[in-house]
């Protein structure tokens, strides 16, 4: 059985930190291309990164480059955002997805990616 499981979330001051993980199983993590997506409430859904499966090329939607890092550990099947300087509208629930091929769209579909996982809330508020 595929999983994904997000966690790290939560509420945040404006300009604070946080780290997402995404745990990965039932399928070859280091093979496919993993990406972060987020859903602000009542919005679509909005591509934040992805990095491919090989040589980890990274990829950043513009609103996050230069404050958002993502990465991989394929020994731990896991992947992680790093988000500083957090802004009130990076607040989201964000999900981890894996797909065969890139997919960059500013704002996919479900059906373009593989694998999901359940979302973890980030709330950066004062």
């Known amino acids: 059985e595929v999983q994904l499981v997000e966690s790290g979330g939560g509420l945040v001051q404006p300009g604070g930190s946080l780290r997402l993980s995404c745990a990965a199983s039932?399928?070859?993590?280091?093979?496919?291309?993993m990406s972060w997506v987020r859903q602000a409430p009542g919005k679509e859904l909005e591509w934040v990164s992805t990095?491919?499966?090989?040589?980890?090329?990274?990829f950043y939607a513009d609103s996050v480059k230069g404050r958002f890092t993502i990465s991989r550990d394929n020994a731990k099947n896991t992947l992680y955002l790093q988000m500083n300087s957090l802004e009130p509208e990076d607040t989201a629930v964000y999900y981890c997805?894996?797909?065969?091929?890139?997919?960059?769209?500013?704002?996919?579909?479900?059906?373009?990616?593989?694998?999901w996982g359940q979302g973890t809330q980030v709330t950066v508020s004062s």
């Open positions: 997805a894996g797909s065969r091929i890139v997919v960059i769209t500013t704002h996919p579909r479900r059906d373009e990616y593989d694998y």
């Open positions: 039932g399928f070859t993590f280091s093979t496919y291309v």
């Open positions: 990095i491919s499966g090989g040589r980890g090329s990274r």
